[in-house]
């Protein structure tokens, strides 16, 4: 649990860098949910933990985050949103080669709870310079910008 919303990214950055998705999961109510920056989505406290502990002991094994900017929307006394742009450092390929430094945009639906903040809901979206929208063709998905 997180005193005030502001502390949300930087106690999820904590837990992301020292490893621990236990930590990290802790953040969030018991039936939260998260959606991952491929849509991958995580019903529960303990599915947050186990596919974030799996993340950061494999390809996010080095990788670190760290909030960029943190913006709070009070909605109201007991319920806000944080929304956080980070960079993300380390990962590894499959190769274990390390990759570049990614961004994402990540949204928390936060409520106050007896003991502080928790997180009801997640998502995280990778940011990708120069692009507007995805596209789908013979199944492959790529990045366009149509403004161009």
């Known amino acids: 649990m997180a005193d005030?919303?502001?502390?949300i990214p930087h106690l999820?950055?904590?837990?992301?860098?020292?490893r621990d998705a236990h930590a990290l999961a802790s953040l969030f109510v018991e039936d939260a949910d998260f959606v991952n920056v491929?849509?991958?989505w995580w019903h529960n406290r303990d599915d947050i933990a186990r596919a974030h502990h799996y993340g950061?002991?494999?390809?996010?094994?080095?990788s670190e985050i760290s909030p960029r900017r943190i913006k709070v929307r009070q909605v109201s006394d007991d319920i806000a949103?944080?929304?956080t742009r980070w960079r993300l450092q380390g990962q590894l390929g499959k190769e274990g080669e390390q990759l570049n430094t990614r961004f994402a945009i990540m949204v928390f639906v936060?409520?106050?709870?007896?003991?502080?903040w928790a997180v009801l809901a997640a998502q995280n979206t990778d940011i990708v310079p120069g692009?507007?929208?995805?596209?789908?063709?013979?199944?492959?998905?790529?990045?366009a910008d149509y403004r161009k």
Do not use: Y
């Open 56 to 62: 950061l002991t494999t390809f996010f094994q080095s």
């Open 110 to 116: 936060a409520e106050r709870q007896r003991s502080g």
């Open 38 to 40: 491929v849509g991958l």
């Open 81 to 83: 949103i944080i929304h």
């Open 12 to 18: 999820f950055a904590k837990a992301w860098n020292a």
């Open 4 to 7: 005030t919303p502001e502390d």
């Open 131 to 143: 692009a507007e929208t995805n596209t789908i063709s013979d199944g492959t998905m790529r990045a």
